[in-house]
T-cell receptor, first 114, second 111 residues
């Protein structure tokens, strides 16, 4: 059983389109995250949710909108995709909030914007 | 803002050689975590250090947290091809802060 699962694994789309990535965790964790990993492998936190409540919202463009329907799910919707959005997006979860918790990552969703 | 840098950026070693990656933070950290990401994979948690000067070992891996809690290191003894991947440190300024990932060190091991 996959602990943190993301879909789709690969996404290729044109500039200007809107796309969504879904994430689910079956670990019973209260906290979930979205991280972006660029071509240089830098991992940057985008959002964090704790029990469906937004905790962290880094300086991410408004085109990115996370949604957490329940504490086991955290989705990411991106409007008006741009070339610079091409990256691997990782969902993660942790038992504890913020820095003290071990992060469990999903397998990633590779987004390519043409 | 807080920055966490790792050196070297890349390291190529012959199988059997030792490897060390260093992690340096611009601010004092409450704790440090280490992750390994295999090529094409996702980051996987290795360990967490919380005490000043703490040293922990996992088989051939030795992790150290600096006395000032601003730096850390990961040392691998006698590398194997299975050690290939990118190693990230990650830390936060206090327990209410977000986890900031280091820039990563990519390790390549030649047989």
């Amino acid at each position: 059983d996959t602990a943190v699962s993301q879909t789709p694994k690969y996404l290729v789309t044109q500039m200007g389109n809107d796309k969504s990535i879904k994430c689910e965790q079956n670990l019973g964790h209260d906290t979930m995250y979205w991280y972006k990993q660029d071509s240089k492998k830098f991992l940057k936190i985008m959002f964090s949710y704790n029990n469906k409540e937004l905790i962290i919202n880094e300086t991410v463009p408004n085109r990115f909108s996370p949604k957490s329907p329940d504490k086991a799910h955290l989705n990411l919707h991106i409007n008006s995709l741009e070339l610079g959005d091409s990256a691997v997006y990782f969902c993660a979860s942790s038992q504890e909030l913020l820095v003290t918790g071990e992060l469990f990552f999903g397998e990633g969703s590779r987004l390519t914007v043409l | 803002g807080q920055q966490v840098m790792q050196i070297p950026q890349y390291q190529h070693v012959q199988e059997g050689e030792d490897f060390t990656t260093y992690c340096n933070s611009s601010t004092t950290l409450s704790n440090i975590q280490w992750y390994k990401q295999r090529p094409g994979g996702h980051p996987v948690f290795l360990i967490q250090l919380v005490k000043s000067g703490e040293v922990k070992k996992q088989k051939r891996l030795t992790f150290q947290f600096g006395e000032a809690k601003k730096n850390s290191s990961l040392h691998i003894t006698a590398t194997q091809t299975t050690d290939v991947g990118t190693y990230f440190c990650a830390g936060g300024r206090d327990n209410t802060d977000k986890l900031i990932f280091g820039t990563g060190t990519r390790l390549q091991v030649f047989p």
